[in-house]
């Protein structure tokens, strides 16, 4: 912490001003019940006790002597504002109160010699303070707790006599049992003080009050100023801090009305800066802010202008900056207490305003202080008073209470000037600036202005400069340096890199001298072409190994210095080789490199370019360029080499392979044959760094990370795509920069198989046949391609399903089945001749239908030779087909009544018809081989069942079909459900040979519901009959339960029918029997007719319906006319 | 014609000597597209004063919620007061920035006053920017451009 200085605002202005109160009597020290009274009364002081401030005293403590009181102010001239005790005296010499603390308990034995013993200590201190208004109070310390007021009489009467003999009032003597609940009564005890206290301010402000009517404007315009200041103080001591504020605020347009002139502008200043010193801290404490800005601004605008005397001009700014400084502090600590700041209104603004006035004071102090070294401090020192401090605040030591317009001595007003210059020229200008600064950036920081944080780094860093602490200096502007890079704000990055660039002069920090002399001779730096120029012959230098000329605006004594340092830099053997990492910097020579192809086949040379161009103001030698590449093996292939002498670096010949003209692209191209292990793999520039200087001068290897490039040339790429020069035509050799793009890796792919791969199939596979791709490998090489090999089958990848469902094999004699893989790798070929064929058939066979992908992979070796260097290749090629499996054909089946009719279920014993319908759904003709009924034992044939279809061709939707003579054996319970078994058909393509495998398809037949039925109704009648001519029908009725039935039959009449035989009739039949109804019919009309309709009704069992039994019975029958002989005849005869 | 157009411009300034001392057009990746002071031997002073008034900027601009910024204001009002100087902004919709910095103790210059200079800014930047032979991003130089900000400048004496 810096000592205070005379700017410095008095402790006793910026405290809270609190009511003092004196306590006496009290034996802190050897007395432990004294002790404990005082701890109560100031340990632990929270906000919610009143604002005293206690201070113990001993009983025979000196008060400062108070003067005789004025009568008339007629003849009185002020010496100054405000005496510089005066807030002191008031805080902490003069009480309010005085409180004496006496040991006496009412029933105390010796009661009387007590009384008068404290009635004489009560004397000392009320003379000790002698024309005071301070207030004297007792406390009786007494060991006994107090009885309830009024019952203890002999306590009111003793009371009573004990302040008439201390001449107290009742209210001013207090009790003090000292018991457990010591804290409490302290509580009670500094509230009263505290009423007592407030009246006692009251009071001093009454007096102060009563002054004014003696003052006139002439005179004592001063003492206006002083009283309303200490009207202020006074109300701030009694906690009134509305009115405080109202009287500061008089006082302060007070001050500003005083006669101003360069003898006691300071004085003015002072007070002014006091008293608004205490506006903003009581609008800041009633939470106005927004006031105490206001305040401040007005207070700013009403004394920047007031400088003062010309010589003496930093203590304006000096004091400017305190204003400043102490209101941010303000604002800050009203801000921890809970005050909200934003971005545009924090304390950050006023330090940095601070902190540019201390430089200010700084540029003056320079100016003003610039005595001869002969010039000695004054004798006798004009700045010395006899009590060693002013007696006013702001006044000149030489001429205190002086407050005429001229200075009354000339050659004492010349010494003290001089004196205070002489002073000022101590004062540690720069630390003050950069605590000014530090404080303000710590701000910005918290109210997110990064930019004006980055600013204000900076100047501290322009500071530390100054100051000669370049080593702070260059750190805090290297870490702001890459913002304003990054932003591309190029004027400020430069001025930042010349003061850097001083720095490290000045340091001789070779490294560092070299890295900001390289980015500002680049295109980044906006200076001057000439300054460019003077740098890098510099930069030359430093690599010649020889001293660089001196930064223009050092001192003569630093560059000397410097040049000292350097010359020992520069003598010293090693550390001669850096390696700057130009990455993030924008260095005078940009690069980028490029492989010519994102992929390269390993039979071609991999090409490689750097494109570098140099951006300074000459022309700059290098002595080696080096590519570093992810595979280091090609490292030693990258490197463009040529030692240079150090007179090359001094007269580069823009004709030299290694010389980079500025402006000028330079491309330099480097070529590898990519090592074989490394196909299917990445290389990646990983570095490219240029090496400038000699191995025996000093050596700098710029280096770039990854392909090139720098801090701004991603933004210079992303104008260039967009700029309308891009699109023009440009020259052949000629190479615009921005055009190239950085290609920092390329992969290395195997070489160009030449071989033919070609696939012949029959499209779309079929469901579980063995389909045959034949592929046909033919060599296109001019050497023998060796060790063939074929892999072949499901493409890896997809879904596993179709792995379990997939199955590939060479032999196609045979099915293959689950035991075969999906995939066959590595089929053994063996050498191909140049032009020779192979052909192979794979077969596949697919369980289920849908589309797979089918790879067929033919790898090989070859040998070759790459730019005279013999290579052994591997090359492969893939062929991939997408192969749709469909079902060969749709098998359908229904089961019909020997009618033909549809059937939902069937009966027990009773026949009925299975049809199969297959239908072809393949592309290619398919031929049927045999088909087989496989049926389940709850079926039974009605004859050896037959293939129908054997042999039988079908095209693509043709339809073949088959019909089965079928009946169920009986079933338990009536009714269920029975399964029918399978059907087989045996198929293969029609164009296939005969010995290829047959296919066999299952198909499982479905489920049937088989009923049995307890009467079995059929017809037996002729297939037709004709007009006319009666024709027999005979019905058979079976009873097929074990039960007797009786049956109800009748036979309806019909149009087309005459009949004979029963027409109703009921019967009886037998368990097993079978019961014969013979009717004749004699048709009436012919055509297709209806039968009269057969009613059956089974007495036994009711559901059963002559509707069901009716679908047994044939419905209709066709009926031919009749014949027509005699008609015949009769046409013949005529 | 180009002629009466620049004694224009000089009458203009010589009866408002209030006007800016310094204009700046901030591309919307924050780097100077244009930047011009009065006077001259202070210019870096008043780059670090554009440069750091962005900070308010980027602030004011985000604090518009994203759905307000369609009918977010153009113009941002006083950036900040310093001591000597106070700087207005203005935002594009495309996020191109517009900074003129007033002397503080020009205080005839109203808020419509400035309004209309940005206006005036932002119609002589859109000529710009339509010239097929200007690469948006690049650094301004315009004839056109330059005059219209020397005539909203304070002329260096």
């Given at each position: 912490?810096m000592s205070p200085t005379?700017?410095?605002l008095p402790?006793?202005?910026c405290?809270?001003?609190m009511?003092?109160?004196?306590?006496?009597?009290l034996d802190?020290?050897?007395?432990a019940?004294h002790?404990?009274?005082w701890?109560a009364?100031?340990a632990?002081?929270?906000a919610?006790r009143?604002?005293?401030s206690?201070k113990?005293?001993?009983?025979?403590h000196e008060y400062?002597?108070?003067?005789?009181?004025?009568?008339s102010y007629?003849w009185?001239?002020?010496?100054?504002i405000l005496?510089t005790?005066?807030?002191?005296?008031h805080?902490?010499?003069v009480p309010?109160?005085?409180?004496?603390?006496?040991e006496?308990?009412?029933?105390?034995?010796v009661?009387?010699?007590?009384q008068?013993e404290?009635?004489?200590?009560v004397?000392?201190?009320r003379t000790?303070?002698?024309?005071?208004?301070?207030?004297v109070a007792v406390v009786?310390?007494q060991?006994?707790t107090?009885?309830?007021?009024g019952?203890?009489?002999?306590a009111?009467?003793?009371?009573a006599?004990?302040c008439?003999?201390?001449?107290?009032?009742?209210?001013?003597?207090?009790v003090?049992?000292?018991?457990?609940?010591l804290?409490?009564y302290?509580i009670?005890l500094?509230n009263?003080?505290y009423?007592?206290?407030?009246?006692?301010?009251?009071?001093?402000i009454?007096?102060v009050k009563?002054?004014?009517?003696?003052?006139?404007?002439?005179?004592?315009q001063?003492?206006?100023?002083?009283?309303q200041?200490?009207?202020?103080?006074f109300?701030e001591?009694?906690?009134?801090?509305q009115?405080s504020?109202?009287?500061?605020?008089t006082a302060?347009?007070?001050?500003?009305?005083?006669?101003?002139?360069?003898?006691?502008?300071l004085?003015?200043?002072?007070?002014a800066?006091?008293i608004n010193?205490?506006i903003c801290?009581?609008c800041f404490?009633h939470?106005?802010?927004?006031?105490?800005?206001?305040?401040f601004?007005?207070?700013?605008?009403?004394?920047?202008?007031?400088?003062?005397?010309?010589e003496?001009?930093?203590e304006?700014?000096?004091w400017m900056?305190k204003q400043?400084q102490?209101?941010?502090?303000?604002?800050?600590?009203?801000?921890?207490?809970?005050?909200?700041?934003i971005?545009t209104q924090?304390?950050g603004f006023y330090y940095?305003?601070?902190?540019y006035?201390?430089?200010e004071r700084?540029?003056?102090?320079t100016h003003?202080?610039?005595?001869?070294?002969?010039v000695?401090?004054p004798?006798?020192?004009?700045?010395e008073?006899?009590?060693?401090?002013?007696?006013?605040?702001?006044?000149?030591?030489w001429r205190?209470g002086h407050q005429?317009?001229?200075p009354?001595?000339m050659?004492?007003?010349?010494g003290?000037?001089?004196?205070?210059?002489?002073?000022?020229?101590?004062v540690?200008?720069s630390?003050?600036?950069?605590?000014?600064?530090s404080?303000?950036?710590?701000?910005?920081?918290?109210y997110?202005?990064p930019?004006?944080?980055?600013?204000l780094?900076?100047?501290?860093g322009?500071?530390?400069n100054?100051?000669?602490d370049y080593t702070?200096?260059?750190?805090?502007?290297d870490?702001?340096?890459c913002?304003?890079?990054?932003?591309?704000?190029w004027?400020?990055?430069?001025?930042?890199l010349?003061?850097?660039?001083?720095?490290?002069?000045?340091?001789?920090?070779v490294k560092?001298?070299i890295?900001?002399?390289m980015?500002?001779v680049?295109?980044a730096?906006?200076?001057r072409?000439?300054q460019k120029s003077?740098i890098e012959k510099n930069l030359?230098k430093?690599?010649?190994n020889?001293?660089p000329e001196?930064?223009?605006?050092?001192?003569?004594a630093s560059?000397?210095a410097a040049q000292?340092l350097?010359?020992d830099?520069?003598?010293l053997?090693?550390?001669?080789?850096?390696?700057?990492?130009?990455q993030?910097y924008?260095?005078?020579v940009?690069?980028?490199a490029?492989f010519l192809?994102p992929?390269?086949h390993?039979?071609?040379?991999?090409q490689?370019?750097?494109?570098?161009?140099?951006?300074?103001?000459?022309?700059?030698?290098?002595?080696?360029?080096c590519?570093?590449?992810?595979?280091q093996?090609?490292?030693q292939?990258?490197?463009?080499?040529?030692?240079c002498?150090?007179?090359?670096?001094?007269?580069?010949s823009?004709?030299?392979n290694?010389c980079?003209?500025?402006g000028k692209?330079?491309?330099?191209?480097f070529k590898?044959?990519a090592?074989?292990?490394?196909?299917?793999?990445?290389i990646?520039?990983?570095?490219?760094?240029l090496m400038?200087?000699?191995?025996?001068?000093?050596?700098?290897?710029l280096?770039w990370?990854g392909g090139?490039?720098?801090?701004?040339?991603s933004?210079?790429?992303l104008l260039?795509?967009r700029?309308f020069k891009?699109?023009?035509?440009v020259?052949e050799?000629?190479?615009?920069?921005d055009?190239?793009?950085?290609?920092?890796?390329?992969?290395?792919i195997?070489?160009?198989p030449?071989i033919?791969?070609q696939?012949s199939?029959e499209p779309?596979?079929?469901n579980n046949e063995?389909y045959?791709i034949?592929v046909?490998?033919?060599s296109n090489?001019?050497?023998?391609?060796?060790?063939?090999k074929?892999?072949a089958?499901?493409k890896?990848g997809q879904?596993?399903?179709?792995?379990?469902?997939?199955?590939?094999t060479l032999?196609g004699?045979?099915m293959?089945?689950?035991?075969?893989p999906a995939?066959?790798?590595?089929?053994?070929i063996?050498?191909?001749?140049p032009?020779?064929k192979?052909?192979?058939?794979?077969y596949v066979r697919c369980v289920?239908t849908?589309?797979?992908?089918f790879?067929?992979?033919v790898?090989?070796a070859?040998?070759?030779?790459?730019?005279?260097?013999?290579i052994?290749?591997k090359?492969?090629?893939?062929?991939?087909?997408?192969?749709?499996?469909?079902?060969?054909?749709?098998?359908?089946v229904?089961?019909?009544?020997?009618?033909?009719?549809?059937l939902d279920?069937?009966y027990?014993?009773?026949?009925?018809?299975?049809?199969?319908?297959?239908?072809?759904?393949?592309?290619?003709?398919?031929?049927?081989v045999?088909?087989?009924?496989?049926?389940a034992?709850?079926m039974?044939?009605?004859?050896?069942?037959?293939?129908?279809v054997?042999q039988?061709?079908?095209q693509t939707?043709?339809?073949a079909s088959e019909?089965?003579?079928?009946?169920?054996?009986?079933?338990?319970?009536?009714?269920?459900?029975?399964a029918?078994?399978?059907?087989l058909i045996?198929?293969?393509?029609?164009?296939?040979?005969?010995?290829?495998?047959?296919?066999?398809?299952v198909a499982?037949?479905?489920?049937v519901m088989?009923?049995?039925?307890p009467l079995?109704?059929h017809?037996?009648?002729p297939?037709?009959?004709r007009v006319r001519?009666?024709?027999?029908?005979?019905?058979h009725i079976?009873?097929?339960?074990?039960l007797?039935?009786d049956?109800e039959?009748?036979?309806?009449p019909?149009?087309?029918?005459?009949?004979?035989?029963?027409?109703?009739?009921?019967l009886r039949i037998l368990?097993g029997?079978?019961?014969e109804m013979?009717?004749n019919?004699?048709?009436?009309m012919?055509?297709y007719?209806?039968l009269p309709?057969l009613n059956?009704?089974l007495?036994?069992?009711?559901?059963?319906?002559?509707?069901?039994?009716r679908?047994?019975l044939?419905?209709?029958i066709?009926?031919?006319?009749?014949?027509?002989?005699?008609?015949?005849?009769?046409?013949?005869a005529? | 014609?180009?002629?009466t157009?620049s004694?224009?411009a000089?009458w203009?300034?010589?009866h408002?000597?209030k006007?800016?001392?310094?204009?700046a057009v901030?591309?919307?990746?924050n780097?100077p597209l244009y930047?011009?002071?009065?006077p001259v031997q202070n210019?870096?002073?008043?780059?670090?004063?554009v440069h750091?008034?962005?900070?308010?900027?980027?602030e004011?601009?985000?604090?518009?919620?994203?759905?307000?910024?369609?009918?977010r204001?153009?113009?941002?009002?006083?950036?900040?007061?310093?001591e000597?100087?106070?700087?207005?902004?203005?935002?594009?919709?495309?996020?191109v920035?517009?900074?003129i910095?007033?002397?503080?103790?020009?205080?005839?210059?109203?808020d419509?006053?400035i309004?209309s200079?940005?206006?005036?800014?932002?119609?002589?930047f859109?000529?710009?920017m339509?010239?097929?032979f200007?690469n948006p991003?690049?650094?301004i130089q315009s004839?056109?451009?330059?005059?219209?900000?020397s005539?909203?400048?304070?002329?260096?004496?």
């Amino acid at each position: 912490m810096m000592s205070p200085t005379q700017w410095d605002l008095p402790p006793e202005l910026c405290c809270r001003p609190m009511a003092f109160v004196a306590l006496t009597g009290l034996d802190v020290t050897y007395n432990a019940i004294h002790r404990a009274i005082w701890d109560a009364f100031c340990a632990n002081r929270r906000a919610d006790r009143v604002p005293i401030s206690f201070k113990v005293l001993p009983g025979d403590h000196e008060y400062p002597k108070c003067r005789t009181k004025r009568t008339s102010y007629e003849w009185y001239i002020p010496k100054g504002i405000l005496k510089t005790g005066w807030m002191n005296k008031h805080l902490n010499l003069v009480p309010a109160l005085l409180v004496l603390f006496y040991e006496l308990d009412w029933d105390d034995a010796v009661w009387k010699e007590k009384q008068s013993e404290c009635a004489t200590k009560v004397e000392i201190v009320r003379t000790s303070l002698q024309g005071r208004n301070t207030k004297v109070a007792v406390v009786l310390i007494q060991k006994k707790t107090p009885l309830p007021p009024g019952e203890d009489l002999v306590a009111s009467e003793r009371a009573a006599s004990l302040c008439n003999a201390c001449d107290l009032s009742g209210k001013s003597l207090f009790v003090l049992p000292h018991t457990d609940h010591l804290v409490g009564y302290i509580i009670r005890l500094e509230n009263a003080f505290y009423e007592h206290a407030q009246t006692y301010y009251y009071t001093e402000i009454r007096r102060v009050k009563s002054h004014k009517e003696f003052l006139n404007k002439t005179t004592h315009q001063l003492l206006f100023v002083r009283h309303q200041f200490k009207i202020a103080f006074f109300s701030e001591l009694k906690q009134d801090t509305q009115n405080s504020l109202k009287y500061y605020r008089t006082a302060y347009s007070l001050v500003h009305e005083l006669r101003t002139h360069e003898t006691n502008m300071l004085e003015i200043k002072t007070m002014a800066g006091f008293i608004n010193y205490k506006i903003c801290r009581l609008c800041f404490q009633h939470n106005t802010p927004l006031d105490a800005i206001a305040q401040f601004r007005k207070h700013i605008d009403l004394c920047k202008k007031k400088i003062g005397s010309a010589e003496l001009a930093f203590e304006h700014t000096a004091w400017m900056s305190k204003q400043f400084q102490s209101f941010g502090d303000l604002f800050d600590e009203a801000i921890k207490l809970g005050l909200t700041a934003i971005q545009t209104q924090n304390p950050g603004f006023y330090y940095q305003q601070a902190a540019y006035y201390a430089q200010e004071r700084k540029q003056q102090a320079t100016h003003l202080c610039a005595h001869e070294a002969s010039v000695s401090y004054p004798t006798p020192d004009h700045l010395e008073t006899p009590s060693g401090a002013l007696d006013f605040y702001g006044q000149r030591a030489w001429r205190q209470g002086h407050q005429s317009i001229d200075p009354p001595h000339m050659e004492k007003e010349k010494g003290g000037i001089l004196a205070l210059q002489m002073k000022e020229k101590d004062v540690p200008h720069s630390e003050l600036i950069i605590a000014l600064l530090s404080n303000a950036v710590a701000q910005f920081k918290k109210y997110k202005c990064p930019r004006m944080k980055s600013h204000l780094m900076v100047q501290m860093g322009e500071e530390y400069n100054h100051a000669k602490d370049y080593t702070k200096a260059l750190k805090l502007l290297d870490y702001v340096m890459c913002d304003y890079r990054t932003e591309r704000w190029w004027s400020l990055l430069t001025s930042i890199l010349s003061t850097a660039l001083r720095c490290s002069y000045l340091m001789a920090h070779v490294k560092d001298y070299i890295t900001y002399s390289m980015e500002l001779v680049g295109r980044a730096s906006t200076l001057r072409e000439e300054q460019k120029s003077r740098i890098e012959k510099n930069l030359i230098k430093v690599l010649m190994n020889e001293v660089p000329e001196a930064e223009p605006d050092c001192d003569q004594a630093s560059a000397k210095a410097a040049q000292a340092l350097w010359s020992d830099r520069m003598s010293l053997a090693g550390s001669n080789e850096f390696t700057i990492e130009v990455q993030d910097y924008v260095p005078f020579v940009q690069c980028k490199a490029k492989f010519l192809s994102p992929s390269f086949h390993v039979d071609d040379p991999v090409q490689l370019h750097v494109y570098l161009r140099a951006d300074c103001p000459h022309p700059v030698r290098f002595s080696k360029l080096c590519v570093s590449l992810s595979n280091q093996e090609y490292n030693q292939l990258c490197v463009v080499e040529e030692p240079c002498k150090s007179q090359d670096i001094l007269e580069a010949s823009s004709q030299e392979n290694m010389c980079l003209v500025p402006g000028k692209t330079r491309i330099y191209s480097f070529k590898f044959v990519a090592k074989t292990e490394d196909v299917g793999k990445k290389i990646e520039i990983t570095a490219v760094d240029l090496m400038l200087g000699s191995d025996n001068g000093r050596c700098v290897f710029l280096n770039w990370r990854g392909g090139g490039g720098d801090a701004a040339s991603s933004h210079e790429a992303l104008l260039a795509a967009r700029s309308f020069k891009s699109r023009g035509r440009v020259p052949e050799q000629h190479v615009e920069w921005d055009t190239v793009s950085i290609q920092a890796s390329t992969m290395i792919i195997s070489r160009i198989p030449k071989i033919s791969v070609q696939l012949s199939h029959e499209p779309p596979a079929l469901n579980n046949e063995m389909y045959r791709i034949t592929v046909s490998i033919q060599s296109n090489e001019e050497t023998v391609t060796k060790d063939v090999k074929l892999t072949a089958g499901l493409k890896p990848g997809q879904d596993a399903n179709l792995t379990q469902s997939t199955h590939v094999t060479l032999n196609g004699l045979e099915m293959c089945d689950e035991s075969h893989p999906a995939l066959l790798p590595d089929i053994a070929i063996g050498d191909l001749q140049p032009g020779e064929k192979v052909e192979k058939y794979l077969y596949v066979r697919c369980v289920t239908t849908g589309a797979r992908i089918f790879l067929f992979h033919v790898a090989y070796a070859l040998s070759t030779k790459v730019e005279g260097k013999d290579i052994t290749c591997k090359c492969h090629k893939d062929e991939i087909v997408t192969i749709e499996t469909v079902v060969p054909f749709e098998v359908a089946v229904k089961f019909v009544s020997t009618k033909f009719e549809h059937l939902d279920r069937v009966y027990v014993d009773i026949p009925f018809l299975l049809m199969t319908d297959i239908l072809s759904a393949s592309p290619w003709p398919l031929r049927l081989v045999t088909s087989q009924l496989q049926l389940a034992p709850t079926m039974a044939a009605m004859d050896q069942p037959q293939s129908q279809v054997e042999q039988v061709v079908l095209q693509t939707g043709e339809c073949a079909s088959e019909c089965f003579s079928l009946q169920c054996p009986p079933v338990l319970n009536g009714m269920s459900s029975v399964a029918s078994g399978q059907y087989l058909i045996s198929w293969k393509r029609k164009s296939w040979s005969a010995d290829a495998p047959v296919v066999t398809t299952v198909a499982t037949l479905p489920h049937v519901m088989v009923e049995t039925i307890p009467l079995y109704v059929h017809a037996e009648l002729p297939s037709f009959g004709r007009v006319r001519e009666s024709m027999p029908v005979r019905y058979h009725i079976q009873n097929r339960t074990g039960l007797v039935q009786d049956v109800e039959m009748s036979v309806e009449p019909s149009d087309a029918f005459m009949f004979s035989g029963l027409k109703q009739v009921r019967l009886r039949i037998l368990p097993g029997a079978e019961q014969e109804m013979l009717y004749n019919f004699y048709p009436l009309m012919a055509g297709y007719q209806n039968l009269p309709q057969l009613n059956i009704g089974l007495l036994r069992f009711p559901a059963v319906s002559g509707q069901l039994l009716r679908r047994f019975l044939p419905s209709r029958i066709f009926v031919k006319p009749q014949g027509r002989q005699a008609d015949d005849a009769s046409i013949a005869a005529a | 014609m180009e002629h009466t157009q620049s004694r224009d411009a000089c009458w203009h300034s010589r009866h408002h000597s209030k006007m800016a001392v310094c204009i700046a057009v901030i591309a919307k990746e924050n780097y100077p597209l244009y930047i011009r002071s009065v006077p001259v031997q202070n210019e870096l002073k008043f780059h670090y004063t554009v440069h750091t008034s962005l900070d308010v900027v980027e602030e004011k601009i985000s604090a518009v919620g994203k759905a307000m910024a369609d009918q977010r204001e153009l113009y941002l009002g006083l950036l900040y007061p310093t001591e000597d100087y106070k700087v207005y902004g203005y935002v594009t919709n495309s996020k191109v920035k517009f900074v003129i910095v007033v002397d503080s103790s020009n205080t005839s210059l109203r808020d419509n006053e400035i309004r209309s200079m940005f206006r005036k800014l932002h119609n002589s930047f859109t000529d710009v920017m339509c010239n097929p032979f200007y690469n948006p991003g690049d650094t301004i130089q315009s004839k056109a451009f330059d005059s219209m900000v020397s005539a909203m400048m304070v002329q260096a004496s």
